[in-house]
């Protein structure tokens, strides 16, 4: 179920908010690194939300069990145009903004893959496919995977910011995991924290996976020290 929720195909496409402008780069880096600022930065819009846009090329790499017909509700038109009035229905304020976008980015997308031909469409990599090129440049750039919004049907997901975790949790000492007493920073006896009620360990950014490998690498401390303690008592 949890992948339901989830969103990650952005990097494919463009991320547009209600006012009809984009506010990150899509393609910054994979989505693992980039999820959890986003997140943040699409609460910040207008409204707290925006939409999620491919072409028929983007969208025929989305994950099924992320974007699948029965998982999301999909807006689905047969020009840019026609998208923007659904999407108007949806909470898109300024429908002439969204289509300009969109051609703008079409535009530097052109200019790019004429000004570096070498440069070729891959998922796999950061593939340095990108917007800025000495002909045209975007206020704000998609760095890589930068795929033209040309073919039709035109595809569109409202999104909003989820919360997974705080990671807002309690001090330890790095070395036994013993929580901190408040103020005097002193470790409690007997008394440890792991996994996700561990705090100070992520505040602008989470890369995805990070949260296991603190988790194992805290119990494994706290289990040590809860041994040695016990052997002791």
């Known amino acids: 179920m949890t992948n339901q929720y989830t969103k990650s195909g952005y990097p494919l496409g463009l991320i547009i908010n209600a006012v009809g402008e984009r506010y990150v780069d899509e393609g910054a880096d994979f989505r693992n690194y980039t999820y959890a600022i986003y997140g943040k930065a699409t609460l910040q819009q207008p409204g707290g939300f925006a939409f999620q846009v491919w072409d028929a090329k983007g969208a025929a790499y989305l994950r099924a069990e992320e974007y699948g017909e029965t998982v999301t ?17 949806e909470g898109l304020e300024q429908p002439s903004k969204f289509i300009d976008t969109i051609q703008e980015y079409n535009e530097a997308v052109s200019a790019f893959r004429n000004t570096f031909p070498e440069k070729s469409f891959n998922p796999a990599i950061k593939d340095g496919l990108g917007t800025q090129s000495t002909v045209r440049k975007l206020a704000i750039p998609k760095s890589n995977w930068a795929l033209p919004l040309t073919e039709g049907p035109f595809l569109a997901v409202k999104i909003t910011c989820g919360i997974t975790f705080t990671f807002g949790g309690l001090p330890i000492d790095p070395v036994t995991a013993n929580i901190l007493k408040a103020g005097t920073k002193e470790r409690i006896d007997g008394l440890y924290c792991t996994g996700e009620m561990v705090g100070d360990l992520y505040w602008g950014n989470y890369p995805g996976g990070t949260g296991l490998t603190a988790g194992a690498v805290f119990g494994r401390r706290a289990g040590r020290e809860a041994g040695r303690r016990a052997k002791c008592v």
């Open 73 to 89: 509700k999909r807006m689905q038109a047969n020009s840019i145009e026609e998208l923007a009035e659904l999407l108007e229905n």
